[in-house]
């Protein structure tokens, strides 16, 4: 009896053993699908459902492109009213996005460069601070922003007599002071990768720093630049919380119209919109990957 008890023991621990190798194997493989199930499921349904002849999504009547046709359509001026605001709202929505993109990934990538080559004081604490817009929430940040643009305004007023309102100045300001962050922590990450004796011998074979940046460091950073810029893009394009506090009359973007309609009756074209919209960004993403490879190979 004594002897065999620990043998027992050692057989039961070994089978626990091995039924939870088995379950961690079944886990591997149903948490990851599991997780793409239920990010996907949606998109797939809205895709699908903007073929639907049917207004509501509550019925299938069968496929149609008609939603499509009064997209187009409208782009040609032969809209509907409601599918003009709506192709109104997605053209201030790219270009807020466009426009803040472009500055966050300057100003970004700058900072990157700052805080991982510099040497100056405070620098700890300045990168420590860079990091608020990322950790913050949305509406601390956009009443904040809110009060800070009234500030401006009465200021302004007061001293030059110029009444200021926000607009998409405001929005896109709004868009670049959360968007710096991201692009940041993205190209500092690449940064990290990157072999500083690359920069060194470039000035060691005579290039000053502007000729050592543009032919030694920015074509290694140029993958990480360019997936700061698709985050940046992305994050301006379907932010509303920010936007909704600092936007003005006739500055409405997609994703405010689309909350103002779910208080009605959400259009069909809205899934034909957010079709295209997944589109693109899954040809920009596949571009971005595509050039990444290529600049790899060379």
Known sequence: MTAGAPDATRDAALRRDLAARRAGRWLMWVVPIGAFVFLWVPIAVLVVFSFNDAA??????????????????????????????????????LFVATV?????????????????????????????????????????????????????????????????????GTIVIAHVAFNVAYVAIVVRARLATMDASLEEAAADLGADDWQAFWRVTFPILAPG????????????????VITFFTAGVGTTTLPMFVYGLLKQRVPPEINAVSTLMIVASLMLVGASLLLQRRRAER
């Not at 009547?61 to 709506?86: C, P, S």
């Not at 940046?232 to 394009?237: G, N, P, R, Y």
Request: aromatic share 14%; charged share 15%.
């Open 225 to 240: 630049v360019v997936a700061a810029a698709l985050l940046a893009f992305t994050l301006s394009l379907d932010d509303f």
């Open 100 to 168: 803040s993109t472009l500055v966050a990934t300057v100003l970004g990538t700058m900072f990157a460069l700052a805080i991982a080559r510099g040497r100056f004081p405070g620098r700890k604490l300045l990168d420590a601070l860079f990091y608020l817009p990322v950790v913050i929430p949305d509406i601390t940040m956009g009443v904040s922003l809110a009060v800070f643009f009234r500030i401006v305004f009465d200021l302004v007023q007061q001293w030059t007599g110029v009444r200021l309102v926000s607009g998409f």
């Open 56 to 93: 509501s999504v509550s019925v299938w009547r069968g496929a149609t492109l008609r939603w499509y046709e009064n997209l187009f359509g409208a782009l040609g001026g032969g809209g509907r009213f409601q599918t003009d605001l709506l192709l109104q709202a997605v053209r201030n929505s």
